[in-house]
């Protein structure tokens, strides 16, 4: 094996490593994975469990002369595939269990049903929105689907024996997304709540888009804005004793109130970014208010999830209605 100057894995405090796997998105292309080194070594979130993320694991674990048959827990922070699609080879590696919330669970031991749903939708989609969905239909089929023996809720203890996490449940970014708190260390492992980089997608991706037409968003239910439900998880999270953020994407926060504070200002701030569009529109295609909304002359598919959560939750308080003519969604400012 060739001399590495760069060590895969970091060491980041006492007995926990970030091991940065590459992925093969644009727009996420790394994941931060990370190792706990105690009496139950563990692992929070796995990567994708294609050849190259697996390799990548085992040569981070053997440069500190450990290996995937030393992890005895997997915890998953939610059900977004880079977060557990090693979650089977892993345990194949090790007499591993695998944990996450009752909700993430059921979306994860039922992937490839959600995959065929997908799947079958696809010839209605739109055309840009149809070449994305199949390649990621393709690429996803090839991961295994995985089982998880531990389904837990909010506020559970994991005990790792010399390391104790308490489960956080942190619904917006995904229904059923955990962050885990080392309340005697002060770290929270934030998982896609908090990123280091920028602020976290929160709204209606592709994958939703895929199974049902945009305009139902706005129908009038019981359900919270996913908007809401972030906002109202990170504050949350400003109610706990921090000194340090690990995310799942990117190094380390060491401002972690700051940095808290920061993202639902900046959501806040883009809310605001959509009324003040339409305060001078009367009424405008959704796809012309997010470019206008996001300064762009036109919208990526990423802008356009990421505005419908902001919407559903105007919607939500009546401060906007949509209506859709000609399969074209108008959106315009309640007077």
Not at 236 to 257: A, K, N, V
Request: proline letters at 4%; glycine letters at 6%; aromatic letters at 8%.
């Amino acid at each position: 094996m060739p001399y590495r100057t760069v060590k895969i894995m970091e060491h980041i405090i006492d007995d926990i490593y970030r091991i940065t796997i590459p992925l093969p998105f644009p727009v996420t292309p790394e994941l931060s994975v990370y190792y706990i080194d105690g009496e139950q070594p563990a692992l929070i979130d796995t990567g994708l469990g294609d050849a190259s993320s697996m390799q990548v694991l085992a040569a981070a674990l053997e440069e500190d002369n450990r290996s995937l048959a030393d992890i005895r827990v997997v915890l998953i922070t939610h059900e977004h595939i880079e977060h557990f699609g090693g979650n089977k080879k892993i345990k194949e590696a090790s007499p591993a269990y695998s944990v996450a919330s009752r909700q993430a669970a059921s979306d994860i031991e039922n992937y490839r049903h959600y995959l065929q749903n997908i799947k079958e939708n696809v010839r209605a989609l739109p055309e840009e929105l149809a070449v994305v969905v199949n390649q990621f239909i393709e690429f996803s089929f090839s991961i295994e689907q995985s089982v998880i023996e531990h389904k837990i809720e909010d506020g559970a203890l994991l005990d790792l024996g010399n390391t104790k996490l308490r489960a956080i449940l942190t619904p917006g970014h995904a229904a059923g997304h955990i962050c885990l708190y080392d309340e005697e260390r002060k770290i929270l492992f934030s998982g896609d709540q908090v990123v280091a980089t920028g602020t976290t997608f929160v709204g209606y991706g592709w994958r939703h888009m895929a199974t049902r037409r945009i305009e139902e968003i706005f129908i009038p239910n019981e359900n919270p804005a996913v908007l809401s439900l972030y906002l109202e998880s990170l504050e949350h999270l400003l109610t706990l004793d921090l000194d340090l953020i690990l995310p799942g994407h990117g190094p380390p926060i060491r401002e972690p109130y700051e940095k808290l504070r920061d993202d639902i200002r900046k959501k806040l701030q883009r809310e605001e970014q959509f009324l003040s569009v339409l305060e001078h529109r009367d009424d405008i295609s959704f796809t012309e208010l997010t470019a206008m909304a996001y300064g762009d002359t036109k919208s990526s598919l990423i802008q356009q999830g990421a505005a419908l959560g902001y919407l559903e939750r105007l919607s939500k308080r009546r401060e906007i209605e949509a209506r859709m003519e000609n399969g074209t969604l108008y959106i315009r400012r309640r007077r």
